[in-house]
Nanobody, 119 residues
Framework: QVYLEESGGGSVQAGGSLRLSCAVSGAIFSPNSIGWYRQAPGKERKLVALITGDGLRNYTDPVKGRFTISRESRDNADYTVYLQMNSLKSEDTAVYYC??????????WGQGTQVTVSS
């Protein structure tokens, strides 16, 4: 069983910053990667940023240079993945989800956290 708990969402004005956290715990298989996705109202869920177990990072073009994904180890092989979001724009408004893919066959999603950017 894997648990993903997100936090850090909220409301901010355009140009501001937020940091999202995703605490990952449980039976995590290798290889693994964790991504932050977002879903705006009426739109499909899309990948924003990804970090692999080896520390490789990828970002979707609209957030390059503004968002940074990182991971920090905790006890018992658990870890926390962060998404630092700077220079936020109104189009970044969405529900943000973290998603763990591991062991080639397993996928787990967090419950989502709302980010609202007002212009």
């Amino acid at each position: 069983q894997v648990y993903l708990e997100e936090s850090g969402g909220g409301s901010v004005q355009a140009g501001g910053s937020l940091r999202l956290s995703c605490a990952v715990s449980g039976a995590i298989f290798s290889p693994n990667s964790i991504g932050w996705y977002r879903q705006a109202p009426g739109k499909e869920r899309k990948l924003v940023a990804l970090i692999t177990g080896d520390g490789l990072r990828n970002y979707t073009d609209p957030v390059k240079g503004r968002f940074t994904i990182s991971r920090e180890s905790r006890d018992n092989a658990d870890y926390t993945v962060y998404l630092q979001m700077n220079s936020l724009k109104s189009e970044d408004t969405a529900v943000y989800y973290c998603c763990l893919r591991h062991g080639y066959a397993y996928t787990s999603w967090g419950q989502g956290t709302q980010v609202t950017v007002s212009s």
